[in-house]
């Protein structure tokens, strides 16, 4: 039974241009999280997510960044436009239904140039 | 606004001795708390968990205490061995929140041998 699943690893970007960040729950597990960890600080919400569903998205910025989690296939963190202060590790996690027990991913390490 | 605060970014503590770190939080509202503790380069792994009716959960080396009067908690590991040497993150949740874990902002553990 695969842990979450987050790819790439690693990603760079230019300034302006789109990032795709993905990630697979762990089988069995309905709900998506995603978190972002800037550097030196801890890690921040962003968005919850059920399968077809936005549950909260309230640390989700306005602009520019949109998440989904289809029916089928990975949940997809998009941050369009970036900015150097979008350079920060990005995080996953899921958990079954009614559960406070999550698992991470690996994260995602962006790095806008 | 920080919700849940880590004073001490850092604690170095010698092999077989007890570690403490720390945790304060502002929202009466939290009904649960998480200790994650994280490795570079890799997500969070969950390590014990209390729920605000308990004031003590012990799982082996490790024990979370919570004093809800004065909005704390903390995390004891003893004895301490090198391979706990990590960035230990305390979380909670909101009561009828849903899932979504607020973190604080970590305090770096070193245990030397």
């Known amino acids: 039974n695969a842990g979450v699943m987050q790819n790439p690893r690693h990603l760079v970007r230019r300034r302006g241009q789109e990032a795709r960040l993905r990630c697979s729950p762990m089988?069995?597990?309905?709900?998506v999280y995603w978190y972002r960890q800037l550097p030196e600080e801890g890690l921040k919400f962003m968005v919850y997510?059920?399968?077809?569903?936005?549950?909260?998205e309230s640390g989700m910025p306005k602009e520019r960044f949109s998440a989904e989690f289809p029916k089928e296939g990975p949940s997809i963190l998009r941050i369009q436009q970036v900015v150097r202060g979008d350079s920060a590790a990005y995080f996953c996690?899921?958990?079954?239904?009614?559960?406070?027990?999550?698992?991470f991913g690996s994260g995602t390490r962006l790095t806008v140039v | 606004d920080q919700q849940v605060k880590q004073n001490s970014p850092s604690l170095s503590v010698q092999e077989g001795r007890i570690s403490i770190l720390n945790c304060d939080y502002t929202?009466?509202?939290?009904?649960?708390f998480l200790w994650y503790k994280k490795y570079p380069a890799e997500g969070p792994t969950f390590l014990i968990s209390?729920?605000?009716?308990?004031d003590k959960n012990e799982d082996g080396r490790f024990t979370v205490f919570l004093n809800k009067s004065a909005k704390h908690l903390s995390l004891h590991i003893v004895p301490s061995q090198p391979g706990d040497s990590a960035v230990y993150f305390c979380?909670?949740?909101?009561?009828?929140?849903?899932?979504?874990?607020?973190f604080g902002g970590g305090t770096r553990l070193m245990v030397k041998p």
């Open positions: 996690a899921s958990s079954p239904e009614g559960n406070y027990g999550y698992t």
């Open positions: 089988k069995g597990h309905s709900h």
């Open positions: 997510l059920q399968k077809e569903n936005i549950i909260d």
């Open positions: 929202n009466s509202m939290f009904d649960y």
């Open positions: 209390i729920s605000s009716i308990k």
């Open positions: 979380a909670a949740i909101l009561n009828n929140a849903g899932n979504m874990l607020t």
